[in-house]
């Protein structure tokens, strides 16, 4: 049995006593656990592992919807971060999304379409999201999350569900704590320039300023793009917690987005399908454009993060 998740209910995966519809047990000893709103973009509300909220996790699950772009960890999909003017443009179309943020004046449509959307919860606890009406392509999405002992793994994938070719990304937009002193090593080579919030032209070799490939706190207002990834993705460390994640992913993440927010207290690490602006990177030929699904296929990728105590 299936059913469409409208409300802020949770979906406890993991960590001791974790049971109920939908529900899969992990860690029998609870050192992981991590809840999900289905109802509200099939979202990561809270990872708590070795007693520690690594998420910037709000006190009430409502939040989320009040403020979709600011908590836990959200699906980007069938786009991640912003297109520049809501405007897609693909072989023929030029389709007008609505934009839902504005920097320094410009305006994006930013993380896709289905961030804050009900999700349809399965019974085996696998989420799905169906497209709308908002792009000339019908496409599906999915997220599941598991834990096992204390791995989380997330596995997203969005799918082209109609006759002709669509273009599409997927990624993840996870806001770590920065308490607990942390630490992040992103293993990338290469980061895009911008002009505004929007990279441009093709990614160079990291400069000191941007350098993430020895663990620290990454300077306070940074939104900037990476590729060329190494193994493992992303390492996370909180010393004063005790605490450390290694971050994985598969093949498909080619692209990683770190923003760091000192309001906040927050640092986002993303890992992504694509660049951002991937539809018009996509038109003009360039790195990191979206890729092209055609009928019936599928773009995956899974984010698995191991977490220990030091």
Same mark, same amino acid.
């Given at each position: 049995?299936?059913?469409?998740?409208?409300?802020?209910?949770?979906?406890?995966?993991?960590?001791?006593?974790?049971?109920?519809?939908?529900?899969?047990?992990?860690?029998?000893?609870?050192?992981?656990?991590?809840?999900?709103?289905?109802?509200?973009?099939?979202?990561? %509300? *809270? /990872? *708590?592992?070795?007693? =520690?909220?690594?998420?910037?996790?709000?006190?009430?699950?409502?939040?989320?919807?009040? %403020?979709?772009?600011?908590?836990?960890?959200?699906?980007?999909?069938?786009?991640?971060?912003?297109?520049?003017?809501?405007? /897609?443009?693909?072989?023929?179309?030029?389709?007008?999304?609505?934009?839902?943020?504005?920097?320094?004046?410009?305006?994006?449509? /930013?993380?896709?379409?289905?961030?804050?959307?009900?999700?349809?919860?399965?019974?085996?606890?696998? !989420?799905?999201?169906?497209?709308?009406?908002?792009?000339?392509?019908?496409?599906?999405?999915i997220q599941r999350t598991t834990v096992a002992?204390? +791995?989380? +793994?997330?596995? !997203?994938?969005?799918?082209?569900?109609?006759?002709?070719?669509?273009?599409?990304?997927?990624?993840?937009?996870?806001?770590?704590?920065?308490?607990?002193? !942390?630490?992040?090593?992103?293993?990338?080579?290469?980061? #895009?320039?911008?002009?505004?919030?929007?990279?441009?032209?093709?990614?160079?070799?990291?400069?000191?300023?941007?350098?993430? *490939?020895?663990?620290?706190?990454?300077?306070?207002?940074?939104?900037?793009?990476?590729?060329?990834?190494?193994?493992?993705?992303?390492?996370?460390?909180?010393?004063?917690?005790?605490?450390?994640?290694? /971050?994985?992913?598969?093949?498909?993440?080619? %692209?990683?987005?770190?923003?760091?927010?000192?309001?906040?207290?927050?640092?986002?690490?993303?890992?992504? +399908?694509?660049? +951002?602006?991937? #539809?018009?990177?996509?038109?003009?030929?360039?790195?990191?454009?979206?890729?092209? !699904?055609?009928?019936?296929?599928?773009?995956?990728?899974?984010?698995?993060? =191991?977490?220990?105590?030091?």
């Amino acid at each position: 049995m299936t059913a469409a998740a409208g409300g802020d209910e949770l979906l406890v995966v993991g960590g001791a006593g974790a049971g109920g519809s939908g529900a899969h047990p992990g860690s029998g000893d609870g050192d992981v656990r991590v809840e999900v709103v289905p109802g509200v973009g099939a979202r990561l %509300h *809270r /990872i *708590r592992a070795f007693g =520690h909220d690594v998420l910037r996790t709000p006190p009430d699950v409502a939040e989320h919807r009040r %403020h979709p772009f600011l908590w836990g960890a959200f699906v980007m999909v069938p786009w991640c971060n912003r297109v520049p003017d809501g405007r /897609i443009e693909f072989g023929s179309a030029a389709v007008a999304v609505p934009t839902n943020q504005v920097d320094g004046g410009a305006p994006s449509a /930013i993380h896709g379409l289905a961030f804050d959307r009900p999700w349809v919860v399965g019974t085996d606890g696998t !989420l799905t999201f169906r497209g709308g009406d908002e792009l000339p392509w019908p496409w599906s999405a999915i997220q599941r999350t598991t834990v096992a002992g204390a +791995t989380v +793994t997330v596995t !997203l994938a969005v799918r082209n569900e109609g006759t002709d070719p669509m273009p599409a990304g997927v990624g993840l937009h996870p806001w770590f704590s920065a308490a607990g002193g !942390l630490r992040l090593r992103l293993a990338a080579d290469r980061v #895009y320039r911008r002009r505004g919030m929007i990279p441009v032209g093709d990614p160079v070799p990291v400069d000191p300023e941007l350098d993430l *490939r020895s663990p620290r706190l990454p300077p306070w207002g940074m939104d900037d793009a990476f590729t060329d990834l190494g193994r493992p993705f992303a390492e996370l460390a909180w010393p004063d917690w005790g605490l450390s994640c290694v /971050i994985e992913a598969s093949p498909a993440v080619s %692209h990683g987005v770190v923003a760091a927010v000192e309001d906040m207290a927050a640092v986002a690490v993303e890992a992504q +399908t694509e660049a +951002t602006d991937a #539809y018009r990177r996509l038109r003009d030929g360039e790195v990191g454009g979206a890729k092209v !699904l055609v009928a019936g296929e599928e773009l995956a990728m899974t984010v698995n993060l =191991h977490f220990r105590v030091r």
